[in-house]
């Protein structure tokens, strides 16, 4: 660990203030509409509506922080920034940056909710539209495609043939389980309008004969019976542990003798430091659920325990949720 300087305590104060121009940035939809042509401040301000002053004030912060380029009082997003803040490129993580300017007005609540004051926590996926979910679920996607084999690999699903992919999403995982296996079938399960969003990348991927779709709800819904292998991908982080009990009840009971539940999640030290961001995703679900947090290995395999499973393993370690434990039903 580096030492603690005065310089590194106030660099992590105000380091908030590149986070929030970046995000005015993107709600203001800058990088969008800077990617397409060169504008002036005032061109900008016109299309947009903002104030003038204000905008190019924001505009130069961005172009000094190597997002925008500046030339003859123009502006346009030319860096490889634009590949990944433009709602027009095919690996965007613009939603994504939206979600995190949605979760500034939530983490503004930290020091009241640590202090004990009751702050209402919006149910999940609340305040989206269905536009919003579906950039989001997309952005997700973005994130995961990259990695996703490599976690496939650490799985080995060997010749498994019946996948559930329990809170699916898009189909991420359950395509590169898919192209790992090609023997095997899936179910993926997730809320209605998810599920939509699944069928229309299974399709585009050529998945969809391979994949039972299956919409409900874990919270209140049994899971589709018949697997020899679940996957639990960045759920259990959202959940207090007597949820994470109760779901792991409903996934034992969808397998078959002798599958096994293998969860993605980040998987922290029984020191609650490590990983680092972790420790720090635990202040994210502290404000936005109300008794999720990030898990430690023995508080995963404690849950997995009392659910009816053995044989518990960590597979992998990771510092980005990218963590892997396994277990069987025997």
């Not at 800077?34 to 190019?56: N, W």
């Not at 027009?88 to 500034?104: E, F, G, R």
């Amino acid at each position: 660990m580096s030492p603690v300087s005065q310089e590194k305590v106030l660099k992590l104060a105000w380091n908030f203030m590149e986070s929030r121009i970046l995000l005015t940035g993107a709600e203001l939809n800058l990088f969008t509409l800077l990617s397409k042509s060169r504008l002036s401040a005032g061109e900008v301000a016109r299309r947009t509506g903002a104030d003038l002053r204000a905008l190019t004030i924001l505009l130069d912060a961005l172009a000094a922080m190597g997002l925008l380029g500046k030339q003859d009082e123009t502006y346009r997003c030319e860096s490889p920034a634009c590949e990944l803040l433009s709602e027009d490129a095919p690996d965007s993580v613009l939603a994504m940056v939206l979600h995190a300017a949605h979760l500034w007005h939530r983490w503004s609540d930290l020091t009241n909710i640590v202090r004990g004051e009751d702050i209402s926590i919006e149910a999940s996926g609340s305040g989206r539209d269905a536009e919003e979910m579906r950039a989001f679920i997309g952005a997700m996607h973005a994130v995961a495609a990259p990695q996703a084999e490599r976690i496939i690999a650490a799985v080995k699903p060997g010749d498994a043939k019946a996948l559930i992919d329990v809170g699916g999403a898009s189909g991420t995982y359950t395509i590169a389980f898919l192209r790992a296996v090609p023997g095997m079938k899936a179910t993926l399960f997730d809320r209605p309008e998810v599920i939509e969003m699944a069928r229309d990348l299974l399709h585009r991927e050529g998945m969809l004969n391979r994949v039972s779709l299956v919409a409900g709800d874990f919270y209140r819904d049994e899971l589709p019976q018949g697997h020899d292998i679940a996957f639990v991908s960045a759920v259990i982080h959202q959940n207090s542990p007597g949820q994470n009990l109760s779901l792991f009840k409903k996934v034992f009971r969808s397998l078959d003798a002798g599958g096994r539940i293998v969860i993605r999640d980040h998987v922290m030290e029984s020191s609650r430091v490590h990983p680092r961001d972790g420790a720090i995703f635990a202040v994210n679900m502290l404000i936005n659920t109300s008794g999720g947090g990030t898990y430690t290995f023995d508080e995963i395999h404690s849950g997995l325990s009392q659910a009816g499973f053995s044989r518990i393993k960590r597979l992998a370690k990771g510092e980005h949720m990218d963590a892997l434990v396994e277990a069987f039903k025997l």
